[in-house]
């Protein structure tokens, strides 16, 4: 960050730049301060990187939750989080958080942010206040680039599809408990997770028009019309393909990192490799639009 964004002091727009992270997904936007109000022609500059490169990376950023809360909302009315723990006196932010005695983290199997509502998020605004020393990167990965890597006959079927997502395995009264699970004061409101949302399983980009692969391990039940054999092999298959490294990205997070990630567009999975160590986040959800088939 430059010296005039830490003295508190207007940018020039000329001075904000996006830098490529990886090869499919990601760019770091440089020389912006977001705990003050975005110029429109900022606004555009960030806007249209997070429709390109699916997730964007800002580093040494110190935001208040009112600051969060202003950025968030440049982009969209924010979506206030009915199973995550919110942060006191801030419904809207909602904390990932993983104390030093917990086992399991939030968000370790690959998957993207609400696609179990009707209107599924426009992305997430995830800002780091807390981090261990070594481990609790997140992985990105493109969706888009997934589904132009396969075959043009898979592509033609995959557009005739829909597929079924649900809170109800994930956050229901009655999902199933994993090993060593420690989840009391993070997860909660488990008698809301009702939720049951058909989606075409080839989206078009509300924003760049892209195709975009729109199915994820942790929240899609199967596919509409198939039976459980048919769906189970077909979807295996596409996460398979999602989880090859050259479609992805990993982040390092430190103290003031904000990633702001589209969730049309994008998977992600946060590494659990730091026991013993707090990690503190605080996430913004903002809300999307109906999703149309490709």
């Known amino acids: 960050m430059t010296m005039a964004a830490k003295k508190g002091k207007s940018m020039p727009s000329s001075q904000v730049t996006v830098r490529r992270a990886g ?21 555009a500059i960030i806007r249209q990187a997070l429709a390109e490169h699916c997730v964007i990376f800002f580093r040494d950023q110190e935001l208040s939750e009112e600051q969060h809360i202003a950025l968030a909302n440049r982009f969209g009315r ?28 939030i968000g370790s199997i690959w998957h993207t942010d609400h696609s179990y509502d009707v209107n599924p998020a426009l992305g997430s605004v995830l800002y780091a206040r807390i981090v261990p020393e070594i481990g609790g990167d997140t992985i990105f990965a493109n969706m888009g680039a997934v589904f132009d890597s396969l075959s043009p006959g898979l592509q033609q079927t995959l557009q005739g599809l829909r597929a079924l997502h649900s809170t109800r395995h994930v956050f229901g009264k009655d999902r199933p408990k ?24 080839v989206i078009r980009h509300p924003d760049s028009g892209r195709k975009i692969l729109y199915v994820n391990p942790d929240f899609t039940v199967g596919i509409e019309g198939w039976l459980p054999g048919e769906s189970k092999a077909l979807l295996d298959y596409l996460y398979a393909q999602a989880q090859r490294p050259d479609f992805q990205y990993r982040f390092q997070w430190k103290k003031g990192s904000l990633a702001f990630w589209d969730n049309r567009a994008s998977w992600h999975y946060a590494l659990n490799d730091y026991h013993g160590h707090r990690r503190l986040m605080h996430r913004i959800t903002i809300e999307g639009v109906p999703l149309t088939a490709a």
């Open 178 to 201: 994993t090993p060593g699970e420690d989840r009391e004061g993070r997860i909660g409101n488990v008698e809301l997770a009702v939720q049951d949302t058909v989606h075409p399983v």
């Open 78 to 105: 924010i979506n206030i989080n009915r199973f995550f723990t919110p942060v006191p006196g801030y419904p809207q932010i909602a904390e990932v958080r993983k104390e030093p005695h917990q086992r399991s983290n």
């Open 23 to 43: 090869a499919q997904v990601g760019a770091f936007i440089e020389n912006v301060d977001l705990s003050r109000p975005l110029a429109d022609a900022d606004f």
